[in-house]
């Protein structure tokens, strides 16, 4: 199993510019997160899936939006870059809720740092 | 707004100690208490998870958990460097989601 994984590894982007992140999961997890994470500081939930179809905001969704397709998938789509959205996000997944089944927890995908310029 | 709260640290402390990090919780409701740990650059990784009231012994890691002063806490015993990372403290309060901490900082010093 590959885990999580996320492309790319680092993006330069000019104001204004768009892209999208990537997220996939080979586990078969229903939960996917977003979050951003700033410099020292803990992780800002973005935007969350609970399974194909669904998604919701979480504390910090303006400025970018997701979809949820398949299982497997999780794209953020940033539009218009502001240099507020430089960052570093990591993408989540887990098989069922935070806490719901003992030892249970989110996996992490190992980071996109995003430096908007 | 649920919150939670940890000393940004950072917390020093030798070779062989105790480390004592501390979390601090606003949602009473809360039922689930996670500790991460992450190493500079990297991503988070689960270290403990509590749900009851009283200590969760793993190791050389220990979780305290205290509902009714909505406190959690992580003690690592005979502290090595490699323990040097920050340490996330995350709670779920029966919802889809985690509310993480800000993060101690840990290190570790021969």
């Known amino acids: 199993n590959a885990g999580v994984t996320q492309t790319p590894k680092f993006r330069i982007l000019k104001i204004g510019q768009s892209m999208t992140l990537q997220c996939t999961q080979d586990?078969?997890?229903?939960?996917m997160y977003w979050y951003r994470q700033d410099p020292g500081m803990g992780l800002k939930l973005i935007y969350y899936s609970v399974g194909a179809g669904i998604t919701d905001k979480g504390e910090v969704p303006n400025g970018y939006n997701v979809s949820r397709s398949t299982t497997e998938d999780f794209p953020l789509r940033l539009e218009l870059a502001a240099p507020s959205q430089t960052s570093v996000y990591f993408c989540a997944s887990s098989y069922t809720p935070p806490g719901l089944a003992v030892q249970e927890t989110q996996y992490f995908g190992p980071g996109t740092r995003l430096l908007v310029l | 707004q649920k919150e939670v709260e940890q000393n940004s640290g950072p917390l020093s402390v030798p070779e062989g100690a105790i480390a004592s990090l501390n979390c601090t919780y606003s949602?009473?409701?809360?039922?689930?208490f996670f500790w991460y740990r992450q190493y500079s650059g990297k991503s988070p990784e689960l270290i403990m998870s509590i749900y009851s009231n009283g200590d969760k012994e793993d190791g050389r890691f220990t979780a305290q958990l205290n509902k009714a002063s909505q406190y959690v806490s992580l003690l690592i015993r005979d502290s090595q460097p490699s323990d040097s990372a920050t340490y996330l403290c995350a709670v779920n309060d029966n919802t889809d989601k985690l509310i993480f901490g800000t993060g101690t900082r840990l290190q570790v010093f021969p």
């Open positions: 949602d009473r409701g809360s039922q689930s």
């Open positions: 586990m078969n997890h229903n939960y």
